[in-house]
T-cell receptor, first 113, second 115 residues
Framework: DVKVTQSSRYLVKRTGEKVFLECVQD?????MFWYRQDPGLGLRLIYF???????EKGDIPEGYSVSREKKERFSLILESASTNQTSMYLC????????????FGDGTRLSIL | GNSVTQMEGPVTLSEEAFLTINCTYT??????LFWYVQYPGEGLQLLLK?????DKGSNKGFEATYRKETTSFHLEKGSVQVSDSAVYFC??????????????FGKGTHLIIQP
């Protein structure tokens, strides 16, 4: 079965810290995605990657960066965490061709104090 | 740009009632359309999809038909159960990235089924 694993379910950090959220998929998918989910706003795309070492900005990339050194792993980095980055973060992956469904992890609920 | 509009709810129904959750979209060309479901404390799961006009996606008693003339993809189920209580997201996929681009999601509809 398809599996996308996010390293933490809950995370609490302080303002100004550098925060790493990790995501691993075991399906050999080419594409990986990071979204944030907020009440009343739905899911918004932060960054995505269609290949190792490749990355593309989504709709709300400001304040974030990503790293994809290996095909199965996609990391989201908050360079200097701020309280407005408190949110639920969802990682997803999909196969390379066509508009394939995305498979999601269970999410990381991040609180910035 | 692309957008998805869906009723936000909460939508509260009794068990065995008929369900419709409306979804309309704005996009150029021919997007693929999806419904995802999110149960409490979990990530999103794909419920069904349709990739071209007049396609009907179906799964677990849920159905949705891709209507290009009305730019809609309404979710329906004939008889809901308490276990269907969740948040439902309509989404579209489109882009020049060969499918690598992210999906555009609606804001989600919170469905509550009462016994």
């Amino acid at each position: 079965d398809v599996k996308v694993t996010q390293s933490s379910r809950y995370l609490v950090k302080r303002t100004g810290e550098k925060v790493f959220l990790e995501c691993v998929q075991d399906m050999d998918h080419e594409n990986m995605f990071w979204y944030r989910q907020d009440p009343g706003l739905g899911l918004r795309l932060i960054y995505f990657s269609y290949d190792v070492k490749m990355k593309e900005k989504g709709d709300i990339p400001e304040g974030y960066s990503v790293s994809r050194e290996k095909k199965e792993r996609f990391s989201l980095i908050l360079e200097s965490a701020s309280t407005n980055q408190t949110s639920m973060y969802l990682c997803a992956s999909s196969r390379g061709q066509g508009h394939q469904p995305q498979h999601f992890g269970d999410g990381t609920r991040l609180s910035i104090l | 740009g692309n957008s998805v509009t869906q009723m936000e709810g909460p939508v509260t129904l009794s068990e065995e009632a008929f369900l419709t959750i409306n979804c309309t979209y704005t996009a150029t060309g021919y997007p693929s359309l999806f419904w995802y479901v999110q149960y409490p404390g979990e990530g999103l799961q794909l419920l069904l999809k349709a990739t071209k006009a007049d396609d009907k996606g179906s799964n677990k008693g849920f159905e949705a038909t891709y209507r290009k003339e009305t730019t809609s993809f309404h979710l329906e189920k004939g008889s809901v159960q308490v276990s269907d209580s969740a948040v439902y997201f309509c989404a579209l996929g489109q882009g020049s990235g060969g499918g690598a681009d992210g999906l555009t999601f609606g804001k989600g509809t919170h469905l509550i089924i009462q016994p």
